[in-house]
């Protein structure tokens, strides 16, 4: 059965600095692979989604990057957090060439202080 | 641009009451619509996806139903119980691309 997992669960981080949030997939191969923010009181936005190893598609201009150095792994990245990047972040994958449902991890809570 | 609305915001009921979400959006085209759920601080968990060919979906007490003519499709839970107490958020996705389109949620609380 495919799982996905995601580090850390929860960070507290002042302003200006650096952010790497790591999601990885186990029991697939090849999936798409998204990243979603949560803001509190707001719905989901999609950030990123990439279809394959260094294959990114970035949905909102923002402080933020991601990147996909192996096939299950993606990775959310800053070099400088501000205040409004706090929020809940959500990893999830898809099959490729399917359009069923995404599966979600557990999400990582980010506070920036 | 899809943009997806759930009504009412916050529902709050007594155990075994059966009730209904609502979820409208603005686009008829569209692939499927999922509803998830979410339990505070945690991920989302897919609870029924409906194909735009299709009308409805059904899982033990929950229902799901789509009118893609209207824009509209409703989550009926049935004898609802405190476990069900959660977030619901209704999701499309377009038939063009693989792009989840979320509304805000309803946020469900079930009394014993």
């Known amino acids: 059965s495919q799982t996905i997992h995601q580090w850390p669960a929860t960070l507290v981080q002042p302003v200006g600095s650096p952010l790497s949030l790591e999601c990885t997939v186990e029991g697939t191969s090849n999936p798409n692979l998204y990243w979603y923010r949560q803001a509190a009181g707001r719905g989901l936005q999609l950030l990123f989604y990439s279809v394959g190893i260094g294959q990114i598609s970035s949905e909102v201009p923002q402080n933020l990057s991601a990147s996909r150095p192996q096939d299950r792994q993606f990775i959310l990245s800053s070099k400088k957090l501000l205040l409004s990047d706090s929020g809940f972040y959500l990893c999830a994958w898809r099959h490729r060439g399917r359009r069923e449902t995404q599966y979600f991890g557990p999400g990582t809570r980010l506070l920036v202080l | 641009k899809q943009e997806v609305t759930q009504i009412p915001a916050a529902l709050s009921v007594p155990e075994g009451e059966n009730l209904v979400l609502n979820c409208s959006f603005t686009d008829s085209a569209i692939y499927n619509l999922q509803w998830f759920r979410q339990d505070p601080g945690k991920g989302l968990t897919s609870l029924l996806l409906?194909?735009?060919?299709?009308r409805e979906q059904t899982s033990g007490r929950l229902n799901a139903s789509l009118d893609k003519s209207s824009g509209r499709s409703t989550l009926y839970i049935a004898a609802s119980q405190p476990g069900d107490s959660a977030t619901y958020l209704c999701?499309?996705?377009?038939?063009?691309?693989?792009?989840?389109?979320f509304g805000e949620g309803t946020q469900l609380t079930v009394n014993p």
């Open positions: 999701a499309l996705q377009e038939t063009s691309g693989s792009r989840l389109t």
């Open positions: 409906i194909q735009s060919s299709q």
